[in-house]
């Protein structure tokens, strides 16, 4: 179906209006062999409150944005790569129903539609393209999606120190790698992750260790790799036999340890909207 839409006129036109309703501030979107599929308004979980989203369905990407006038105008437009989507079904919540959270490398977040049916619908649609794109580039699906943000008022306490509590003096804060809500003192750290941001990201002190951790645990296998393998007649001398007589034991003195690069005494707190 979508190769036989690919070329016609009433899809060029679909796709058409769609770049006229975000205007000057969205991006250009007509491309060759690029199909629209379907629209709907979904509502997304945004840091202060879920809000209503214009979303859009090609066969490539999922457009969406802010709803300024129905049908007519909208803003904010944001682009997914569907080859960089990754989907997971969510039970219920006491404010929000039929949820589903979208993952990418870059950004996730959670959404839900107006009934079961409509939901069930939007993850097969997606989940088809998905399929479809990935079969044909031959890429795998993502793997290190991004740490969707929890809302601000899924909790009043800092969920790191689970002491400070937020005011309007006291503000929240979100570690990007984790996207647990954090005070301040519990998120003074910068970290770049350039999967994420050409830019250092705020991060919660834990996952500043973790992250330590692991960049000095790769640059470690990197230093093993490139490092020359000695001769084993290079510089070679023979042994007394007094030497001969040491055990191996007291020869692994001499040998650097392997060192444990971080272990968390850290307990993680449970937290549920």
Partial sequence: MMDHLANTEINSQRIAAVESCFGASGQPLALPGRVLLGEGILTKECRK???????FLFNDILVYGSIILNKRKYNSQHIIPLE??????LPDTLQMKNRWMIKTSKKSFVVSAASLTERKE?????????????SKTGREPCREPAAPWIPDKATDICMRCTHTKFSTLTRRHHCRKCGFVV???C?????LM??????PLRVCNLCYRQLLAEKKKEAEADRRETEPIPSA?????????????KSDDDRA????????FYTSQVSWSSFHS
């Fill in 49 to 55: 409150k879920p809000k209503p989203r214009i979303f």
């Fill in 84 to 89: 960089d989507v990754t989907l997971e079904t």
């Fill in 122 to 134: 939007w993850i097969s649609h997606l989940e088809e393209c998905i399929k479809h794109l990935l």
């Fill in 183 to 185: 005070c301040a003192d």
């Fill in 187 to 191: 998120s003074r750290q910068r970290f």
């Fill in 194 to 199: 350039p999967r994420l941001s050409p830019k």
């Fill in 233 to 245: 007649m290079q510089g070679y001398e023979p042994s007394s036999g007094d030497e001969s007589d």
């Fill in 253 to 260: 003195e001499h040998w650097p340890a392997d060192s444990e």
